[in-house]
C-alpha cells in the first residue's frame, strides 16, 4: 500500500519570503500522480499544484512549484513570496493512475503560518 | 455550475442516531468518493463509487452505507452513530477518464459532524 509522510507538522515564515514544506511517499508503481491541496480555515480542499510521475519537469503554478525526486520519492513544495492568504493545512497526496479505488492517499499535513 | 455540493454543513447526533450526508455533483464525474478527516491526520477513503449502480469498500468504511443510483448524487449513510464517527467528511469527485488535464478531483465544502 502506498503511504505518504509529511515530516513538518508545522512551518512558519516572514511575509514576502520563501518556504518549503517537505514530502515523502511510498509506492512500488512507476505511473501515479502527486498533489499538493491547500485547506484553509473554511475547510475547502484546495487543488495547488500537481505532478505527474511520468513527467521530469517540475510543474509550478504561479508562486508554487515544486522539486520532484522520483527515485527519492520525494515531493516538496515551494512558495515564494509569501503572502497571508497562503496561511493554511497543505496536503500532499498520492494517487495511482490506474486500476483499482484510485484514491487520494494524503499525507498528515504542514500548518503554515505566514507571519507580517 | 455549482461544483460539489454537500448539505448539512454542520450536524449534531446522538449515539445511536442514523443521518444522511448528502452529496451532490453537476459535472456529469463518474468517479465520487467519500472522506473523513479526522485531528492530525490526512484525509481516509471510507467509499467510493466509478459510476451509477456501483460502490466499493474504501480504507475506513465501517459504521457507513453508500449507494449511488444516479451519477449527480452519492448519499453517506451513518445507521447508528457512534462518537468515533465524530469527524468532518468531505465528498469528492472526478472524471475517470485517464486524461492527465483531468486528473483533478473537485472536494466539496465538508460536513462537520459530532457525536454525543
Known amino acids: 500500500a502506498q503511504t505518504v509522510t509529511q515530516s513538518q507538522p508545522e512551518m512558519s515564515v516572514q511575509e514576502a519570503e520563501t518556504v518549503t514544506l517537505s514530502c515523502t511517499y511510498d509506492t512500488s508503481e512507476s505511473d501515479y500522480y502527486l498533489f499538493w491541496y491547500k485547506q484553509p480555515p473554511s475547510r475547502q480542499m484546495i487543488l495547488v499544484i500537481r505532478?505527474?510521475?511520468?513527467?521530469?519537469q517540475n510543474a509550478t503554478e504561479n508562486r508554487f512549484s515544486v522539486n520532484f525526486q522520483k527515485a527519492a520519492k520525494s515531493f516538496s513544495l515551494k512558495i515564494s513570496d509569501s503572502q497571508l492568504g497562503d496561511a493554511a493545512m497543505y496536503f500532499c497526496a498520492y494517487r495511482s493512475r490506474w486500476g483499482g479505488a484510485q484514491k487520494l492517499v494524503f499525507g498528515q499535513g504542514t500548518r503554515l503560518t505566514i507571519n507580517p | 455550475n455549482a461544483g460539489v455540493t454537500q448539505t448539512p454543513k454542520f450536524q449534531v447526533l446522538k449515539t445511536g442516531q442514523s443521518m444522511t450526508l448528502q452529496c451532490a455533483q453537476d459535472?456529469?464525474?463518474?468517479?465520487m468518493s467519500w472522506y473523513r478527516q479526522d485531528p492530525g491526520m490526512g484525509l481516509r477513503l471510507i467509499h467510493y463509487?466509478?459510476?451509477?449502480?456501483?460502490?466499493d469498500q474504501g480504507e475506513v468504511p465501517n459504521g457507513y452505507n453508500v449507494s449511488r443510483s444516479t451519477t449527480e448524487d452519492f448519499p453517506l449513510r451513518l445507521l447508528s452513530a457512534a462518537p468515533s464517527q465524530t469527524s468532518v467528511y468531505f465528498c469528492?469527485?472526478?472524471?475517470?477518464?485517464?486524461?492527465?488535464?483531468?486528473?483533478?478531483?473537485?472536494f466539496g465544502p465538508g460536513t462537520r459532524l459530532t457525536v454525543l
Open positions: 505532478q505527474e510521475a511520468y513527467k521530469q
Open positions: 459535472m456529469n464525474h463518474e468517479y
Open positions: 463509487s466509478v459510476g451509477a449502480g456501483i460502490t
Open positions: 469528492a469527485s472526478r472524471p475517470v477518464q485517464e486524461n492527465p488535464r483531468l486528473s483533478t478531483q473537485y
